[in-house]
């Protein structure tokens, strides 16, 4: 049986836990001197009434390896495939303690790391990818296959209503020096090669939200595309991008989603992003 997995620095839609089986480790957020699991002992809206309560910012680290363990022994059976999907290693040590996990069960599990060069939903879109392809029978070197394509070819353009938690959180090196100069911006921000890179900036919230989009389409065109769009903590505005989206592309799937803690913690409420890959 195939089990697929990924940690909370990636999303899921609304439901797609449970259609698509997919199960989760959490990243650790650290507040306070106390450790909490995004989804067990931590909810979106527990996260922002301690940021609001007390003024500061959690910090986020890694599963260990020994959590990855006991993870991987808690959602498969022996003889199990686990396809392990997690944020960029550039960003992130997540990846090397699920590689350090699978090679210690290695022999008991056939696991298999998955750097998805990205983060947030781009993560919940190759799981869903991914179940679909083993539901149509596809075999597991088809998927990972497919997965690398699909990576390729990700696109994640987004904006931050303040740049606040980022000069709080200091883990997002590549926006320090903007972050020096000026915090009265919305910078227009792409992940590319799992690298975090301002790309524009500009002075309005309206802007960056047309900019996002612009930006967006100038990369895939007219091509039928999976497109997603991510917030913190800003429905409204996520719904008003949604409805947008599904006039200007060429949109095959359409999904919305939350941004996980982990990336909240640094990027702060607010954020909205958008994400596509071509079918």
Request: with cysteine.
């Amino acid at each position: 049986m195939l089990r697929i997995a990924m940690d909370t620095a990636g999303d899921l839609s609304s439901g797609w836990k449970k259609e698509y089986d997919i199960d989760l480790i959490p990243i650790n957020i650290i507040h306070d001197g106390v450790s909490y699991l995004q989804g067990i002992d931590l909810q979106y809206d527990d996260f922002y009434n301690m940021v609001e309560k007390d003024g500061a910012i959690p910090s986020t680290s890694q599963p260990t390896p020994y959590q990855f363990v006991e993870f991987y022994k808690s959602i498969a059976k022996p003889g199990d495939d686990i396809l392990s999907i997690h944020v960029t290693d550039k960003l992130s040590g997540t990846m090397n303690s699920a590689r350090q996990a699978a090679d210690e069960l290695k022999g008991t599990y056939n696991i298999i790391p998955f750097d998805s060069a990205s983060g947030t939903i781009c993560m919940g879109m190759m799981c869903r990818e991914a179940r679909n392809m083993e539901r149509n029978h596809y075999s597991l070197s088809e998927i990972i296959a497919r997965l690398e394509t699909i990576r390729e070819n990700m696109k994640l353009i987004f904006t931050l209503e303040t740049m606040k938690f980022a000069k709080l959180s200091g883990r997002v090196k590549s926006l320090q020096a903007t972050l020096a100069s000026v915090l009265d911006i919305k910078p227009i921000i792409e992940l590319q090669d799992g690298i975090i890179e301002i790309k524009d900036k500009v002075r309005s919230r309206n802007a960056s939200l047309a900019r996002i989009i612009k930006r967006l389409k100038e990369k895939v065109g007219d091509v039928p595309v999976q497109i997603a769009v991510v917030h913190a903590h800003d429905p409204g505005t996520a719904d008003s991008i949604l409805e947008q989206i599904k006039s200007t592309f060429n949109c095959v799937d359409v999904a919305l989603a939350e941004i996980s803690i982990s990336l909240a913690a640094h990027f702060g409420p607010g954020t909205i992003g958008i994400a596509a890959y071509p079918v």
